[in-house]
């Protein structure tokens, strides 16, 4: 194992002193972990949670900030953040309209948040309402979760939802819009190569070099097939065409979002970008907005994932809304 690290056991503590001191617009709570924008809690404001097993970083610290997300509970690597956690998030965020909680679909963060809720009700009084993600198609179950995956489209909610919550609606608008934004995408991942977890000290996965897995989520997990290696032509068709198969996209404008998984190159990026742009535009998808980029990651796994999201007026609204937190930024 080759990594930027001292010792495995601090490896996120340490990258928290990193974030507190590159990021002096934020404020690092180092006890519980816990990356908070600095103005918050805001008066009036519907504050935004979310947070998970880091590992995946922009991914969800990355997204605090202006337009995005009030605070971010950073688990250990590919672990949940604990109730505490998050209750201090919650609490260290809630403004008197309430908190939005944005839990991907895994066991132990679902579990984790739901917990968390009931303790920040009791504690500090604050009004919570949860949306889980549940975009991947790959599986149905995996060993993680029951039922889908929460994946890519995290990302696109917590913009959504946190344009939303910035232009102070209430509690109900900005949950509903961040429904409304899970249930028009839909993601699909494959991965090159696996990635090392620090404490174990060797790949989670054998993947031989001339293999790749389709459907991977984004700890390892194994997904729908192992297959050869093929062109990024093919690569792209193996992730649009189960997508296209599961939602109809075509008619209204759709948000195609190309994901790198943490030991892509950009360059690679782009180029799976032009061939699901034109995959899409041979299927009549009309593409009228797009990310390309690393921004949900499984560490140093070298592949990528597609996101589509079906937009409406509203969701592309609020989608050019601007943003500025450490990893996406517009319009200010």
């Known amino acids: 194992m080759k990594k930027l690290i001292n010792d495995p056991a601090n490896v996120l503590s340490e990258s928290l002193l990193g974030v507190d001191a590159a990021h002096p617009e934020l404020r690092v709570d180092h006890e519980h972990k816990v990356i908070f924008r600095g103005d918050a809690p805001r008066p009036g404001k519907v504050g935004l949670v979310s947070g998970g ?12 900030g202006h337009g995005m997300l009030d605070a971010a ?22 403004g008197g309209a309430g908190v939005l909680h944005i839990v991907k679909n895994y066991t132990g963060d679902v579990m984790n948040f739901e917990m968390a809720a009931e303790m920040a009700g009791a504690t500090g009084g604050a009004e919570v309402v949860a949306v889980v993600t549940d975009d ?24 959504i939802a946190g344009a ?11 949950a509903a819009v961040a429904r409304r934004v899970n249930a028009a995408g839909r993601s699909m991942g494959l991965a090159l190569t696996s990635c090392t977890v620090p404490a174990a000290g060797k790949p ?3 993947l031989p070099d001339d293999q790749i897995e389709v459907g991977i989520g984004i700890h390892g997990e ?7 290696l093929a062109p990024a032509a093919e690569m792209a068709r193996m992730l649009v065409d189960p997508i296209l198969d599961d939602l109809e996209f075509s008619g209204d404008g759709v948000l195609a979002f190309v994901n790198g998984m ?13 061939e699901v742009d ?23 796994m070298a592949g990528c994932s597609v996101t589509l999201l079906k937009l409406d007026d509203e969701m592309l609204r609020l989608w050019d809304a601007p943003v500025r937190t450490p990893a996406l930024r517009w319009g200010l």
């Open 204 to 206: 989670t996965f054998d």
């Open 278 to 300: 034109r995959l899409l535009a041979k299927a009549g998808v009309t593409v009228t907005r797009s990310l390309v980029g690393s921004y949900i990651t499984s560490l140093d």
């Open 53 to 64: 097993g880091s590992g995946h970083e922009p991914l969800h610290g990355g997204f605090v």
């Open 262 to 274: 943490g030991g892509t190159p950009l360059i690679e990026l782009y180029l799976m970008y032009h």
């Open 73 to 94: 509970a950073c688990g250990e690597v590919f672990t949940s953040p604990v109730p505490d956690q998050i209750t201090a998030a919650t609490n260290g965020v809630d």
């Open 136 to 159: 991947d198609v790959a599986v149905q179950d995996s060993l993680y979760t029951v039922g889908r995956r929460g994946v890519g489209v995290t990302v696109l909610v917590e913009k």
């Open 222 to 228: 194994p997904g729908r097939t192992r297959v050869p």
């Open 164 to 174: 939303a919550a910035e232009a102070e609606r209430s509690l109900s608008d900005v």
